[in-house]
């Protein structure tokens, strides 16, 4: 096969050929540059305070600890997944102030003061929340990595449509939204179930909202 | 136990448990984030530390140099793992790339270091300083290109690249009506929701890691072979596996990392796979070309049939065979299938959901609904037309069970088939309304598997094996086995999987897991009824095992009461026979797809789906059914937008991330139903079942695709059918 222009290296290829051949095109001077810090240095940490499922936890972290590894890898709390790691699946959704986000893509000092939702926060085995019983009633889940993030956004999209808050598939902005099939799976085409429980999914959240989604 | 005469009635049978739509047993765990997966084994907690892999940045060539200095300088790293420190390393049975690379790199990302710190954060942010030369040296890159270059390769697991039955060229220049179609299918990615996770620790010279994986029997091998330890020396563990669907049948980059950074920093070593890492390090299901050609009567009898494929993978690897379906799917008395393999550079091709069916499908149902169209047939009356009992290239084989003839009939019937109009003429609104059709084929495959069951005192029945759970059902199916087998509720029952501890399974793969796994069970319990039976002074023939109890003429006892000394131990495999050989075991089904496309802009929505199966006994209604809407789901993806795109000057799959490759969401797809047929085959096991949860994603695609065609009557060949391939050929906006 041929190349255009064989090896040689244009702008466009740079960016192509990924990150690591423009540190190695610009290694010299990076390594220089890397060597004249004081590189032993601990990463500076920040202190904070948040509520995690109604119990308060004091954190000294890496400021560059996200609110996703805080929870998995320093409270312990894995029940919140990483898929992604950049906002891209949804894996990671639990309720900030009463709100779904992506924890994967924020920071957790950005939380201080705050209050966190986690799945662990909704129910326990022995005794579930509405919607993870629904998810089981309905097998909303297959091999179940997806399953607190859809949970968590599912929790939280009832809530939205109470509240009145429009999607993209809402009509009349002027009415109150209802829980529908389609207002359903476009609120939450955030969380990706690799699987293919979408219609099982549905189904559960519509049984919690009393209705046949 | 051996089994290698057809099942005569047994106790699963009784269908008292088996055969239920039951809840998943560890539904309760999953839904509250309290069920363990690799990355989150708290074992040696304190002492975990952290790998981040570093990937080769070219694809061919060589590293020239790799300056560790600052990596090493960084806060808080351990040690850094390199091919130039880690020792001699071997190479995986089923790995067909290295898993370090270095100084040879053999593919993008391929792994070349492991820099290990105390945290995440120190080790991603070290793994940035790693400095590297690299000699690259050209690759190829483009399967179009490389066509030319293909040749036949061996045969795989018993699979001939070539077959040929009669005079096929004669036959297709004689047919009254011919087609003759090229198809092009892109590389697809597996995109789990679990990234590939370990976490190792040694003590002594014994390895455990705990991993995310399909075939724990397989992977202790190619750990202790990449490693060069015994395998007596190596344990894994996987209790729960956040999808595979191919992905993780082998062992990948971050077990044998992990193990070797654990060697390195003598600490416990945790080591995920980041998701963009992932597209370019792990295999793929590799892309095709396929041509098929059908010679037929005007009557619309097939005369002539043949289905080529070509496709390309590293030096060592093998063809997609993408044309397995066709030696058995159709009749047709004159008939040739071939694989050519052609040698890229791209990251390693392997298997993913329905290797070979799913991509083969793709093509041959989009020409037998050209075909129909040729000769002015129904395309389910054209496919019923041509259905054969018996292995076409073998007659002497007949099908154990065929009912694909049942699927399409009954399909058709409750999708309101008959309401299809003619392409391009459906409308609703600004929606081209359009349906499709295809058959869904795989082949039921059996692979021996061990058990064992252990009965205590309290009547509680505890189930070991290494069979894993990928989100099939495997806990809830295996459990029902048992419970059925010793006549208790499946609350009596404790299933633990995915321990290399436990015996030998079939693993998951292949859809050979449900029915092999379940009836090694069997196989254990019989024993194990054996043993309760003679313990409590009782006859093994006549003892009945129900309702808890443990009855022959007038004599019951509490199941328990046989474990009253201590506990009843029981261990034994399904080994499976000559069966198949004689006779044919496939599952069969039929996709019934409505789409509607928008008139002026081209967007494609999926309205309706429906698949009817056929598939030996159903185990679990409920979870059987999650399979094949996981499969519709994926096939939907195939259809309208999964493609790994190709860089080909410098060979690496360009959309490595959940937002580049695109994959089916919510809003994507509709409510999906599925109707499984009664099927009961004494061939297979037992248990008298099948696999599905790969027949669900058989045809799929194809059918999504003769769907938008007759909505348009724009037929596009090459997956995936975005807008841009036919919105110039829609029909006039009126």
Known sequence: ?213 | MKFDTPATTNPIDRLKVVGKPTDRVEGPLKTTGTAPYAYEHRDFAATQAYGHVVGSAIAKGKIASMDLDAAHAAPGVLAIVTAANAGKLGKGDFNTAKLLGGPEIQHYHQAIALVIAETFEQARSAAALVRVEYTREKGAFDLAVALDTAVKPPAMFGTEPDTSVGDFAAAFAAAPVQLDQRYTTPDHAHAMMEPHASIANWDGDELTLWTSNQMIAWSVGDVAKTLGIGKDKVRLVSPYIGGGFGGKLFVRADAILAALGAKAARRPVKVALARPFMFNNTPHRPATVQRVRLGATKEGKITAISHESWSGDLPGGGPETAVAQTRLLYAGADRMTMMRLAVLDLPEGNAMRAPGEAPGLMALEVAMDEMAEKLGLDPVQFRILNDTQVDPEAPSRPFTQRQLNKCLETGAEKFGWAKRGKPGATRDGKWLVGMGVAAAFRNNLNANSAARVRLSGSGVVTVETDMTDIGTGSYTIIGQTAAEMMGVPLDRIVVKLGDSSFPVSAGSGGQWGANSSTAGVYAACVKLREAAAQKLGLDPIDAVFADGKVKAGRRSFALGDAAKDGELVAEDMIEFGKLAEKEQQSTFGAHFVEVGVDSMTGEIRIRRMLAVCAAGRILNPKAARSQVIGGMTMGAGAALMEELAVDKRFGFFVNHDLAGYEVPVHADIPYQEVIFLDEVDPNTSPMKAKGVGELGICGVAAAVANAVYNATGARVRSYPITLDKFIDKLPEIA
């Open chain 1, 1 to 213: 096969m041929a190349l255009p222009d064989e090896f040689s290296i244009s702008r466009r290829g740079l960016l192509a050929a990924g990150a690591a051949s423009v540190a190695a095109a610009s290694a010299s001077s990076s390594v220089a540059e890397a060597q004249s810090r004081p590189l032993a240095d601990p990463p500076p940490t920040a202190k904070l305070r948040f509520d995690v499922n109604g119990t308060a936890h004091d954190l000294e972290l890496d400021t560059r600890t996200t609110l996703l590894d805080a929870l998995r890898e320093h409270l312990h709390l894995s029940g919140t997944k990483k898929g992604c790691d950049h906002g891209q699946c949804g894996a990671c959704t639990v309720i900030v102030d009463g709100r779904r986000i992506n924890s994967c893509l924020t920071l957790a000092v950005m939380h201080d003061g705050e209050k966190i939702t986690t799945i662990e926060g909704l129910g326990t085995p022995d005794k579930m929340h509405a919607m993870q019983e629904a998810f089981v009633a309905h097998d909303g889940f297959q091999c179940g990595y997806c399953t607190p993030g859809q949970i968590c956004s599912a929790v939280a999209v009832l809530d939205e449509i109470k509240a009145g808050i429009p999607s993209h598939v809402t009509a009349d902005l002027t009415a109150a939204p209802t829980v529908t099939n389609m207002e359903i799976r476009e609120r939450m085409s955030g969380n990706i179930c690799r699987c293919g429980a979408y219609p099982n999914i549905v189904a559960a959240i519509g049984d919690v909202a009393g209705v046949k989604a």
